[in-house]
């Protein structure tokens, strides 16, 4: 290292050295700010998801991982979106923290080498495409419920942190005094519970519910018909009487309704009960895991610490939210936000929200405190957001932090996310006059906004009979509103959405580049199932 002394320097070779020092001080001042997101990382711009369980499973192999960079880059796509942690709680490199993807005995996501580092392979075959490659986890989710796979059943530390949920239920009496639990009413069946069906609000005139299990028709309050669809396979659906109901059920709730004969009068208080029950007796398909617990972030930093290992360019947050509108309304849920307010909640939790079952789908409604609600929820996701902000800014400056959201702005705060930058202040019935602080937009470098519809604009949409926000037109152009210059944004396309007509893809594509905003494709795998690479480079270059 050279030094020099200044005094053997001319004045204005002094007065330049000094200009360059403060100038240094101060741009180092500018990045090493805490709680803003950093601006000397690369970004990605056209980009292509690789979901684990399901991409995956083709590439299995250093091989298959070479030749699937190779076709990304040849069709015009800067970088890639490794998932590098499932929903299921497995994760595709070698952890102390997690399993590995090869232990999953989900049937469907099985075919891996154990042991295999899919993200070490991708990271050496972009490397070699000229890829950017970010890594990204699904932050709270740790496993799926109906398989019973993932870390929330094998890892008993984890079982803890599962989150609560709200849920509205009916009840019904028979004359012969049997009470039956009615846990929805007019939606699909779920396994092991009663369900009703009727007329009301354009029901449907017969049972849709598979024939693993029985209907009981009630007609002007008597039971009329029996049909346990169990024995016979070929026994059709039951009808729906106009006057009427038929109660519905599978496994222990087929059972249940097996005590009621022919004759029997039954009755149906159609007053919801607002009731919280734990994760497994939950509907929820994926295994969320209660985010305000320290516990829970704590692992999910783990994993990020773990990443650093990698030649990567950035982290993506997957799923860093609530699971919906129903979570969580645990006793540590209740706690914090009676803190947050500054006194008891004296109806738990009707005063923040509650369900109600109705003949056209569960509804929720707010109760007095349900804008402190959501805006306490939003400001939880938020701090886990800014720690991994002040982690990446402590531990690793020159990596990006991105995330994916939905791009149904107007309805996230349902999940308990407000990623819009602070200061912007929708105009909703659900908002406090200060849930612009929740925001936290500017934590990141991008975000990618999935705009998951078929129709490309929002007259389409209209002429569709849907509302005009159901549209990739409106998804991005909300996207760009509610973030504005605070992050680089991605309109994100699901390829699902298009299956069968290529032409309504290209269109899709189309509108999101010409609002001048980056590209994430969602997903390798059905862009390979489609072979739409010629599509994709035709629109990308």
Do not use: C
């Not at 094998?154 to 012969?176: I, N």
């Not at 069946?189 to 369900?195: A, G, S």
């Not at 509804?363 to 957001?385: D, L, M, S, T």
């Amino acid at each position: 290292m050279t030094v020099f002394a200044t005094q053997q320097l001319s004045l204005p070779a002094r007065v330049l050295l000094l200009l360059l020092v403060v100038l240094v001080l101060v741009t180092s001042a500018g990045v090493l700010s805490s709680g803003t997101a950093a601006t000397k990382q690369a970004k990605p711009h056209r980009t292509i998801w690789i979901d684990l369980p399901v991409s995956g499973r083709q590439l299995t192999t250093q091989a298959a991982v070479d030749a699937a960079a190779a076709k990304i880059s040849d069709a015009g796509f800067d970088s890639i979106v490794m998932d590098v942690k499932a929903y299921t709680g497995y994760t595709a490199y070698p952890s102390r923290v997690a399993p590995h993807i090869s232990e999953t005995r989900l049937r469907s996501h099985q075919g891996f080498p154990p042991g295999f580092d899919l993200l070490e392979a991708f990271v050496s075959a972009g490397r070699q495409q000229g890829l950017q490659v970010y890594a990204a986890i699904n932050v709270f989710s740790e496993g799926h419920l109906p398989s019973r796979d993932g870390p929330f059943f094998d890892d008993p530390s984890v079982a803890r942190w599962g989150t609560t949920f709200l849920t509205g239920r009916m009840s019904a009496r028979s004359g012969r005094g049997h009470t039956f639990v009615i846990h929805g009413w007019n939606e699909p069946r779920r396994e092991q519970e009663i369900f009703m069906y009727s007329q009301d609000h354009d029901g449907a005139a017969v049972t849709p519910t598979s024939s693993w299990g029985v209907d009981v028709v009630v007609d002007a309050g008597t039971v009329v018909e029996i049909r346990d669809r169990t024995l016979d396979q070929d026994i059709p659906g039951a009808p729906v009487p106009v006057d009427g109901f038929v109660l519905s059920g599978t496994g222990s709730a087929r059972e249940e309704l097996l005590q009621l004969r022919i004759g029997d009068t039954v009755t149906v208080d159609r007053t919801t009960e607002s009731v919280i029950v734990p994760l497994a007796k939950s509907s929820s398909a994926t295994a969320f895991v209660n985010p305000i617990l320290p516990a829970v972030q704590n692992r999910a930093l783990a994993i990020i610490r773990e990443l650093l290992a990698y030649d990567i360019d950035g982290i993506v947050l997957d799923r860093a939210r609530y699971a919906n509108v129903r979570a969580d309304f645990s006793p540590e849920s209740r706690r914090q936000f009676e803190a947050f307010l500054g006194h008891s909640v004296a109806n738990w939790p009707e005063d923040a929200v509650w369900e109600r079952l109705t003949a056209g789908g569960r509804k929720i409604e707010f109760g007095p405190y349900a804008q402190e609600w959501f805006h306490w929820r939003a400001a939880n996701i938020r701090g886990f957001v800014h720690r991994v902000r002040r982690f990446l800014d402590a531990e690793a400056r020159h990596l990006a932090l991105g995330v994916y959201v939905g791009s149904w702005y107007h309805r996230y705060y349902s999940e308990g996310v407000n990623w819009a930058r602070q200061g912007y202040q929708p105009d909703y019935e659900w908002v406090t006059e200060n849930y612009h602080e929740t925001g936290y937009a500017n934590l990141l470098d991008f975000l990618m906004a999935g705009a998951y519809y078929r129709h490309v604009t929002a007259a389409e949409a209209e002429a569709a009979g849907l509302e005009g926000w159901r549209s990739v037109e409106s998804g991005v152009d909300m996207m760009v509103e509610a973030v504005g210059e605070s992050a680089a944004t991605l309109g994100s396309l699901y390829l699902m959405d298009y299956r069968g007509d290529p032409d309504q893809f290209r269109e899709a594509i189309r509108m999101v580049l010409s609002r001048d905003v980056g590209l994430m494709l969602f997903d390798f795998y059905h862009l390979e199932l489609f072979d739409w690479w010629d599509i994709v480079r035709e629109m990308l270059h």
